[in-house]
Nanobody, 125 residues
């Protein structure tokens, strides 16, 4: 089990950038696959991006491909989500999550065991 804490959210204007961070506890952090999800008001939680245990593989939702970049620093027990070219439709609570099988690029929330508390991102037009 790993505990996750997100930070870096805020209120920005369209076309601005933000970098979200998620710090995890535990010595086994580097074994986990790590994902970012988001949930907008009145909508279901949706997949955003995922990164494998060693950072060698990533996968993105079509809606963010080319604008968002997921990365990780296992020495710091941290996963990042760099968000460029933000749009009002990116407004949501963003969650990081950890999956036990670090070499699988999981895209379903049910595949993740541990979740952070979320950080709000609001993009104004």
């Amino acid at each position: 089990q790993v505990q996750l804490v997100e930070s870096g959210g805020g209120l920005v204007q369209a076309r601005d950038s933000l970098r979200l961070s998620c710090v995890g506890s535990g010595r086994s952090f580097s074994r986990y696959g790590l994902g970012w999800f988001r949930q907008a008001p009145g909508k279901e939680r949706e997949f955003v991006a995922v990164i494998s245990w060693n950072g060698g593989s990533t996968y993105y939702a079509d809606s963010v491909k080319g604008r968002f970049t997921i990365s990780r620093d296992n020495a710091k027990n941290t996963v990042y989500l760099q968000m460029n070219g933000l749009k009002p439709e990116d407004t949501a609570v963003y969650y990081c999550a950890a999956a036990a099988y670090g070499n699988v690029l999981n895209r379903k929330s049910d595949d993740y065991n541990d979740w952070g508390q979320g950080t709000q991102v609001t993009v104004s037009s």
